[in-house]
């Protein structure tokens, strides 16, 4: 089993910045990939940005040069979402999965808010 535990939520204007926290714990041996995903009211959940066990980024064409995902090497177990320049249409709540032996496990959520 795996745990996950995101912070770092909140509300800021536009043009803000924010950076989410995602605390992995339990059996994270194996992880495979982490990933932020956020849902909005009203729409499916998507993928924001996601890193492999190798370093291999990936992001949404909506967040590229604005969100960084990146993990803590020295813990290896905590994952970050740093968002820069934030818009109103980033609001959602943002959630970090991993994938682990083909399984994948989800935290709980973290809500972000924009207002212009």
């Known amino acids: 089993q795996v745990r996950l535990v995101e912070s770092g939520g909140g509300l800021v204007q536009a043009g803000g910045s924010l950076r989410l926290s995602c605390a992995a714990s339990g059996s994270i041996f194996g992880i495979n990939t982490m990933g932020w995903y956020r849902q909005a009211p009203g729409k499916q959940r998507e993928l924001v940005a996601s890193?492999?066990?190798?370093?291999?980024?990936?992001y949404a064409d909506s967040v590229k040069g604005r969100f960084t995902i990146s993990r803590d090497n020295a813990k290896n177990t905590v994952y970050y979402l740093q968002m820069n320049n934030l818009k109103p249409e980033d609001t959602a709540v943002y959630y970090c999965?991993?994938?682990?032996?083909?399984?994948?496990?989800w935290g709980q959520g973290t809500q972000v808010t924009v207002s212009s």
């Open positions: 890193i492999s066990s190798g370093g291999n980024t990936n």
């Open positions: 999965k991993c994938n682990k032996f083909s399984r994948d496990y």
